[in-house]
């Protein structure tokens, strides 16, 4: 009975072992992303992330049954980090005169919006998938990435090539863009059943080609 | 290719990127932390079973102890005398 727990451990441990060496440098990269830490450094948060999403993987190893340990954990770590984000949702206030960190690719979106940027553009996550493991409708989930996408190519990126794109509106770098956007505030309530509104701000046009 | 698809496989392109290096213990650490995971979890199962056990066997002696389908014995009602 030890003997043959003992065994079942190490073969766990030996697949696991293969499955990390195989996977964790994309999840790694989708976490970098999530967190919003620059690349090419080191990235503790983002590595937490993996790491906590990995273990929780390595305990539920043998009852996957057939499920692919990369979509679990690809799903744990998308879980923690949108109920983490939830936890952590007010900006940390900086002290006056320090410059803010300097961010990752996806700094300047929301918590949400880069859950659902990397679950559907970089990981090519279904839409009614992305919701299903988000408990959103899918509706809001096309809409934050619509969003998201608007917000991606309206900015350059931090350190991108190229000069900063003058924008429709001014925007502030330490603001975040959080409100819903294009909707007056005195329009009426929209259902979302109704014929699909553009919900990302209107790309500018003449950043078509400036961007990179 | 429609406008948004252009727009999506736009950022797309921008997400993709080199990954980043894995720190090498990273497999050991989340098989450390994994394990950890296990043996709570494991604990905490024992412990449920363990309580619902005890709380069976409580049950059973006060059952047995006290038997309490018997009618209760009737202290209320006065002896019925003088007949």
Do not use: N
Request: aromatic residues 4%.
């Amino acid at each position: 009975m030890r003997e043959r727990r003992a065994a079942q451990e190490r073969r766990r441990a030996r697949e696991f072992e293969a499955f990390v060496a195989g996977a964790a440098g994309r999840l790694l990269r989708a976490a970098t992303l999530l967190t919003a830490e620059p690349e090419g450094q080191p990235a503790p948060a983002a590595e937490r992330l993996l790491t906590l999403a990995l273990a929780r993987t390595y305990a539920v190893w043998d009852r996957l049954r057939g499920e692919d340990p990369y979509d679990r954990a690809r799903q744990e770590m998308a879980a923690h980090f949108a109920h983490s984000a939830w936890r952590a949702r007010l900006p940390r206030p900086l002290r006056p005169g320090t410059p803010p960190p300097p961010g990752g690719l996806l700094e300047r979106l929301s918590p949400q919006e880069r859950l659902v940027l990397v679950l559907r553009l970089y990981e090519g996550v279904a839409e009614e998938q992305t919701a299903a493991q988000l408990g959103l409708p899918a509706e809001r989930v096309h809409a934050l990435c619509l969003r998201a996408v608007g917000h991606m190519r309206s900015k350059p990126p931090p350190g991108g090539a190229g000069p900063p794109v003058p924008v429709g509106e001014a925007v502030h770098p330490a603001r975040k863009v959080r409100d819903v956007p294009a909707s007056p505030p005195d329009s009426p309530y929209v259902p979302e059943s109704s014929p699909p509104a553009p919900p990302a701000p209107p790309a500018p046009r003449h950043t078509e080609t400036a961007a990179p | 290719m429609s406008l948004p698809d252009r727009k999506e496989a736009e950022v797309r392109r921008m997400l993709d990127g080199p990954h980043p290096p894995v720190p090498p213990d990273l497999a050991r650490r989340a098989t450390a932390d994994g394990r950890r995971l296990l043996s709570h979890r494991r604990l905490a199962r024992r412990a449920l079973w363990l309580l619902t056990l005890a709380a069976l066997a409580v049950l059973l002696i006060w059952a047995a102890v006290d038997q309490p389908w018997l009618p209760p014995p009737t202290h209320t009602t006065p002896p019925l005398e003088g007949w």
